[in-house]
């Protein structure tokens, strides 16, 4: 996984007004925190920041009074009126260290003709190396009857992760869609109405014949 490099500066100010503040000069508030160390609270540039956070379990390299620290993304707290970042928390990490992350399940191939499928948990908890963690767990799909369903267990894993998730649990379910009382009954009314209005043409060729 390549690292997001993001240009930090240290906050001074807090509390609302402050962060208001710097939301309007397009940075985020942030803080770094993990292994021991004291939290640092930062501003990070808006734009970069919100396409880094786009990227599911992406490491960032933060530049800091010319210092450099790997980190993930904890918690993203948004405004769910503007869709914008409110502030962020990044934890720290080391290379080669393990660290719980949750994965985004991605659905690969098709089902069997006339089953649908539906995903039952959308994302993995997996352990995986904290510089290399998969931002997507396959799973697949293809010639799946109805009837069938993939547990967490039964899928391949990213190189180096180590499930966390319940193995028994489904992730995806494929079956065969049942009509509903409603459009069995609607599919009669047409039928008969079809078969009513042909022999009403019936008829009426045979009276003018």
């Known amino acids: 996984m390549s690292e997001v490099k993001l240009v930090a500066t240290t906050r001074t100010e807090f509390g609302k007004g402050a962060a208001r503040r710097l939301r309007r000069a397009h940075q985020v508030p942030a803080v770094l925190y993990g292994h021991g160390s004291d939290p640092l609270h930062v501003a990070l540039p808006g734009h970069e920041t919100m396409l880094a956070v786009k990227q599911a379990n992406a490491l960032f390299a933060i530049e800091l009074d010319g210092k450099t620290t790997l980190a993930i993304t904890k918690d993203v ?3 769910v009126v503007k869709n914008t970042i409110e502030h962020v928390d990044l934890l720290i990490v080391t290379k080669g260290e ?3 992350v949750d994965v985004p399940v991605t659905i690969v191939g098709e089902s069997a003709p006339g089953t649908i499928h539906v995903v039952e948990t959308q994302t993995l908890s997996l352990e995986a190396e904290a510089t290399h963690l998969p931002t997507e767990v396959q799973v697949s799909i293809e ?7 993939v547990s ?5 894993l990213p190189k180096g992760s180590v499930l966390l998730t319940d193995p028994e649990m489904t992730v995806v379910s494929v ?5 509903s009382a409603e459009d ?3 599919e009669e ?3 008969e109405l079809a078969a009513s209005q042909s022999a ?3 008829a009426a060729a045979e009276s003018e014949g």
């Open 200 to 202: 009403a043409s019936a």
């Open 143 to 149: 010639g799946l009857a109805g009837g069938s369903s």
């Open 175 to 179: 079956s065969v869609p049942h009509a």
């Open 184 to 186: 069995v009954a609607a």
């Open 98 to 100: 393990k660290v719980s």
């Open 77 to 79: 707290q948004r405004d």
């Open 189 to 191: 009314a047409a039928a």
């Open 152 to 156: 967490a267990g039964d899928i391949e």
